[in-house]
């Protein structure tokens, strides 16, 4: 892997510097595979997302090869503009990530990425692999260098065996459940709201947001739609209310960490961990660093309650790798993605870091969440988060409007119509058809 260094100048009134990472490749071939000479691919990524499988991956695919992949790593806070800044001024590179590869669709111009979906690797994706990375118009841009996954509560399954308590179903019981834990002297719910770790939030929202599809999962289609074209507001879905106020009704009972507020990702894990707290919203991307340094926590997973009913879970595509339809070296980058999709490889993959795959051929190992998200995924429980759907979502507006929801700044009725007028904003620039009078 060649280790690269670029400066990027100011633009807009932006000045970013890159971040790069060496890392030593295994192929000493000087032919690709396509028969001409030795190829660079330049690979832009996060850090926060360049794992070491992903490292052995690319190693494989250099000696595999004979080409070098440049990785150009960026911190996540920074990715995105600086990405904009590359692909503006033709300096883009092969391959690129993005946060999630169905929201890519929304966040970054659709024209930047090349159309997959006409590879023979598409055809082997199974159904709900398939739902969790096609874009609305079912494009298949992108395959998960994260696993993709669901988001959910997260319990620490010792502290419930040891306390006699059960799965919650119902949002009174859920509430039971945490006045137990509280008597217990443990921390029912941990929350996560520290600058750049909002998401932590944002997650319990999500799920819970989920609910109004599955309320309506015969007229799923038409409830997009209208949603999308602004023919249905998100004010007026009673659900999305209804699951503020129970997030809100969770701080005003005690239930969550009191130090929420400067509670980052890596502070989770260790309330999580050490068993400060008994539950924590999120999805199985938390595995790999948690059990890093906890390796005998054993997790189980449900969907908030809500009201009445279990509830839903929310899916997410995991961050994706997609190929520049600009690319320099395009064939290069598609024979990169052929590889990584290969049943070999993605074996190989998931079996350093276990889940969920997105391919129906491929025998992925299961981590401890996998069971109970399939679970919901096969009950017809579990559906594509609003950052997914929602072309007008903006997903940092939302991490910032919980956190002052969160604090007591702001009822939920007020956030979903400060939410609905930044949409507005949102979409009328994109040209969205409804939003503009």
């Given amino acids: 892997m060649k280790v690269g260094t670029n400066k990027l100048l100011v633009l807009s009134g932006l000045v970013a510097t890159s971040l790069l990472t060496a890392c030593t490749g295994g192929g000493n071939s000087e032919r690709s595979e396509s028969g001409g000479a030795s190829k660079t691919l330049k690979f832009m990524i996060t850090s926060e997302n360049y794992s070491n499988r ?19 790593l960026f911190p996540a806070t920074e990715y995105e503009n600086i990405l904009k800044i590359k692909m503006l001024s033709d300096e883009g590179p092969d391959l690129f990530v993005t946060d999630d590869i169905a929201m ?31 874009w609305n118009d079912g494009r298949i841009t992108g395959l998960p260098v994260t696993n993709p996954g669901g988001m959910g509560m997260l319990y620490n399954k010792a502290i419930f065996a040891k306390l006699g308590l059960e799965v919650p179903k119902t949002w ?68 999305y209310e209804q699951a503020l106020e129970q997030m809100v009704e969770l701080k005003e009972q005690g239930y969550i960490n009191e130090d929420f507020i400067s509670t980052t990702f890596e502070m989770s894990q260790e309330n999580l961990g050490t068993g400060r707290v008994a539950m924590h919203p999120a999805g199985d991307f938390i595995l790999e660093p948690l059990l890093a340094k906890y390796p005998e926590l054993e997790l189980g997973f449900f969907s908030l309650p809500f009201g009445d009913t279990p509830g839903a879970i929310s899916l997410y595509a995991g961050v994706g790798v997609s190929v520049n339809s600009k690319a320099a070296h395009k064939e290069e ?27 129906a051929d491929v025998d992925a190992k ?4 996998s069971g109970d998200l399939q679970r919901y995924i096969d009950e017809g429980k579990a559906f594509m988060g609003m950052f997914g759907r929602y072309a007008a979502w903006n997903d940092m507006d939302a991490r910032k409007m919980m956190q002052e929801m969160m604090l007591g700044r702001k009822t939920p009725s007020q956030v979903l119509t400060e939410l609905n007028a930044k949409m507005e904003i949102v979409a009328k620039g994109k040209n969205l058809p409804g939003w503009n009078p």
């Fill in 366 to 369: 299961p981590n401890m969440l």
């Fill in 104 to 134: 890519s669709q929304f966040n970054v111009p659709q024209e930047w990425f090349e159309d997959l979906t006409g590879e023979p690797w598409a055809s082997r994706l199974s159904e709900s692999g398939r739902t969790m990375i096609q």
């Fill in 172 to 239: 009174d019981d859920f509430l039971a459940v945490c006045g137990k834990l509280r008597q217990a002297g443990i921390i029912p719910v941990n929350i996560q709201l520290a600058n750049g770790s909002e998401f932590g939030t944002t997650h319990m929202m999500h799920q819970l947001f989920a609910n109004a599809e599955l309320n309506r999962s015969k007229e799923a289609d038409r409830f997009w739609h209208d949603l999308n074209t602004h023919r249905l507001k998100i004010t007026e879905v009673k659900e």
């Fill in 333 to 359: 980058a598609l024979n990169f993605i052929r590889f990584f999709a290969a049943k070999e490889q993605q074996e190989i993959y998931l079996q350093k870091s276990p889940g969920i795959s997105v391919f």
């Fill in 54 to 72: 992903l490292k052995d991956f690319i190693a494989q695919y250099e000696f595999s090869s004979g080409n070098q992949v440049d990785v150009q």
